[in-house]
């Protein structure tokens, strides 16, 4: 299936059966990297520049192993040592990234909007590598083929995700993917930062954790967004980790085999008991593994790729 979309801005605006189309080309593109010749020649002759105005890890790294393997021509911007530092404005940086041919424009910004603001004059490609605490598409979408491929199916699922819901584009993002799916949505954290207005989103509001991990097929947990709170959310981190954090016993509370998620960075001994991470029901490591298929089918879609059965060796 083609997929007819320049951008991917945000989950909010694709619908289930475009996300399907991503998932089932990135379960394709998964196989192709356990093969011995790990590239495919679909986007030779194209250049995808990493815009990266904040720290990522995994993103910007997926992206660019991902460009690569597609036989993309890649360029890292590092924010810090760009012309940003002498006052240029995003929008003259973006277009003198066009001017340069970038058929691709990845962009990670702490402003919300600011992918959309670009899309609206660029050429290029514009996507969304998280935005503010607006959305982190390509984090959802590597989320769900995670869960797809370790439960075999979203629908009818209990996702509980559990943390700093306020400012999390990774929530956001994640509730959009899922209620688009057929999952049941749990949100669980400080009251401070799950408002009840997420409910009009189609998701269950707690604040009882214990409640909101006793059904769930998946915990997904977020770290606290210190960087973008602009004020104390709760007393003290001890705190939160006493009243939220996943520790050995309130493990033994979830089914068996509920999934331990989490984007990352994860913070050890705070949102996540450190042996948990590391344990055999951690798919943490999975995720990682496959935002690089996920982010490989997102260009190769853009590129005017037609789904699963486009994908050759
Ligand atoms: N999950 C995530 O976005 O990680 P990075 O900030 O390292 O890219």
Not at 292 to 304: D, E, T
Request: glycine share 8%; net charge positive.
């Amino acid at each position: 299936m083609a997929w007819n979309k320049k951008h991917l801005l945000d989950i909010q605006s694709l619908g289930a059966d475009e996300i399907v189309t991503v998932l089932d080309t990135a379960r394709a593109f998964k196989a192709v990297g356990e093969r011995a010749i790990k590239k495919v020649p679909a986007l030779r002759g194209k250049t995808v520049v990493n815009l990266f105005v904040e720290p990522s890890t995994r993103t910007r790294i997926s992206f660019e192993l991902a460009a690569q393997r597609l036989t993309a021509d890649v360029v890292n911007f590092t924010a810090e040592a760009s012309s940003l530092k002498k006052g240029e404005t995003l929008k003259d940086t973006a277009r003198n990234l066009e001017a340069l041919n970038a058929d691709f424009i990845v962009m990670r910004h702490s402003a919300s909007g600011a992918p959309h603001f670009l899309s609206r004059f660029l050429r290029s490609s514009v996507i969304n590598a998280g935005d503010g605490a607006h959305e982190h598409p390509t984090q959802a979408l590597l989320d769900a083929f995670t869960i797809r491929e370790k439960r075999g199916k979203i629908q009818g699922l209990n996702v509980t995700i559990l943390g700093d819901i306020l400012y999390s584009r990774v929530a956001r993002s994640n509730i959009w993917a899922l209620t688009k799916l057929g999952a049941r949505v749990t949100l669980c954290g400080p009251a401070t930062l799950v408002p009840r207005v997420f409910e009009k989103m189609g998701c269950r509001v707690t604040y009882n954790v214990e409640e909101a991990i006793a059904d769930a097929d998946v915990i997904n947990l977020l770290r606290i967004q210190h960087e973008r709170q602009r004020k104390t959310m709760f007393p003290s981190i001890g705190e939160y980790t006493s009243l939220f954090g996943l520790t050995k016993a309130r493990l033994a509370l979830t089914k068996p085999d509920a999934l331990i998620m989490h984007p990352g960075p994860i913070n050890r001994g705070v949102e996540i008991d450190s042996e948990i991470a590391d344990s055999a029901r951690s798919v943490i490591l999975d995720q990682v593994t496959n935002g690089l298929a996920v982010r490989m089918a997102v260009l190769f879609l853009i590129n005017g790729g037609q789904g699963p059965q486009g994908v050759t060796a």
